[in-house]
Structure formats: C-alpha cells, structure tokens
C-alpha cells in the first residue's frame, strides 16, 4: 500500500522552517521519526519506519532538524538542545492539532535526542532509542582526529573533509564541539519521568556507537526496555524489518495500555 504523504512545514522558536512528510493513517495518535547525525528524514531506517508503521495503520511524521535536509538553518556539529526544541516545536504542532503523540523515535544521534526531550518536557509516554551515545565525549576523535581540542583552540574551527572524495564536507566550531561535551546523558536520562516508557534497540556489531552504550542506558533508566539485535550494525542495514517490527510492536503495546487506561 503506497504511503499517503503529505508535506508540513513548522517553524521552530527561532523562526526557521522545519520541513516534514506526515503520513497519514487516519488515526489521532501519532509517531514522530528523528534522524541521527548527517542524515535526514529521507535515510533508509526512517523511511522505513513510516511504512512499517502506515502498515500497522499508525500515522507517523518524519522531519529534518534544522541545518538537516530541507530545513532552514545552518548545520551545526553540536546543537544538542537547539534540535530537542526543533522537536518540541514539532510535538506542540500537532497537539495544537488535536494528535496524540504515542511515541518519538530517535535513530543515532536523534536517539540522544528524544531521551534528552524526555528529561525536559515530560509530555510524551514512550521514547524509543535506536543506537544512541551514552557518551558523548566518545567518538570524537574517530571523526575530528587526533589533538581536536588543542586545534580547534588554536583555529576556532575544524573542518571536515570526507573520507572518500577527500571534499569539505562540514565545519565543527569550538561552540558547537563545546555543546556535544557539556552534553551529559546520564545526568538527563536521570530525569527522565519514571512513568515513560523507554526502550533502546543497538546492534550488537555496531562499529560506530559500540552496544555497551545500550547496556548503559538500561541500568539508569527507570522504565526501561533493551532489545539488542543480533549482528546489527550501527544503521541495521540488513535488519531493517526485525528492527520495524521490534518498533511497531513496542508502540502498539503502549497504545494498547493507554486505551485500556482511558477505559478502566
């Protein structure tokens, strides 16, 4: 069944335009998809989400955060909270639309996203972490290099080329690598309401973001499920449905309780 795709466009507190494909399944609850770190709301993993979900007969938004894909803005390295607020404005959309936002998806860096939006917001049910850091210190230097920090101090910026053209791809400013460090996951995963349903999903061979970042966030988060899929890499390229049906299933759960909460 085709997806029925519709174009949205939301400013965030800033005033840059969000842009955003909603498709719509006719239901009032809704799935909001984030994008990790130099992806957008075209990548594999979330297009695919929105089917599996369109096929369960749940409505899902996919979005570019800003500086990402279509959205205004300029892309920055950290932008940690700035792209928690492009969320929110985002959830305050579609509740000012009279949706209910049964869960926010995160995928990498979008992963750190919707458990730090949790920490601060306390407006949504359930989180789902798909590879997200624990750490955000770690994994720097795999893409900066060695001696970024004394670098960047020197320069004000680090650009980075890519691997394979060898082309300028972006420039990380001391701001921006200042944001990611002064990023504390485990002190925000704290804060998380222990009403929310939390669950995070890893590839056990994930090279990028290693599966012990998942182990960590199990033992801090109160409400909390882990799902480690077996020989999965970091974007579980060749576990796309196993990784779907693991999501659909856990959502469907949490609407099935909430309707049941609403009834009792």
């Not at 938004?61 to 300029?74: A, C, H, I, P, Y």
């Not at 720097?140 to 920090?149: C, F």
């Not at 650009?159 to 082309?167: E, F, I, M, Q």
């Not at 504390?184 to 309401?193: P, R």
Request: glycine share 8%; with cysteine.
């Amino acid at each position: 069944m085709a997806l029925v795709a519709q174009r949205v466009i939301i400013p965030n507190k800033r005033g840059e335009k969000l842009v955003g494909t909603l498709h719509e399944s006719g239901t009032t609850h809704i799935v909001i998809l984030c994008h990790g770190f130099r992806c957008s709301k075209d990548t594999n993993l979330i297009l695919n989400l929105a089917v599996a979900l369109e096929n369960a007969k749940i409505s899902s938004f996919r979005f570019d955060f800003s500086g990402n894909g279509e959205s205004e803005g300029s892309f920055q390295f950290g932008n940690y909270w700035d792209e928690v607020d492009d969320l929110h404005a985002v959830a305050q959309h579609f509740r000012e639309s009279n949706r209910v936002i049964s869960a926010i998806v995160g995928h990498s860096k979008g992963g750190d996203i919707v458990l730090l939006y949790a920490s601060k917001y306390h407006d949504v049910n359930a989180v789902i972490n798909l590879s997200g850091r624990y750490d955000l210190k770690a994994g720097i230097e795999e893409r900066l290099g060695k001696d970024y920090l004394e670098r960047i101090r020197n320069v004000g910026f680090i650009d980075v080329k890519k691997k394979r053209s060898g082309s300028f791809d972006f420039r990380v400013t001391e701001e921006s690598l200042m944001d990611r460090l002064g990023t504390n996951m485990h002190e925000a995963c704290l804060h998380i309401d222990k009403e929310c349903r939390v669950l995070t999903t890893h590839g056990s061979s994930d090279k990028i973001i290693p599966v012990q970042d998942a182990h960590e966030f199990a033992k801090i988060i109160p409400n909390h499920r882990l799902h480690i899929i077996e020989g999965a890499d970091h974007a579980f390229s060749n576990h796309q449905d196993e990784l779907s049906s693991v999501v659909v299933s856990f959502i469907e759960e949490i609407m099935h309780q909430n309707t049941n909460r609403v009834f009792n």
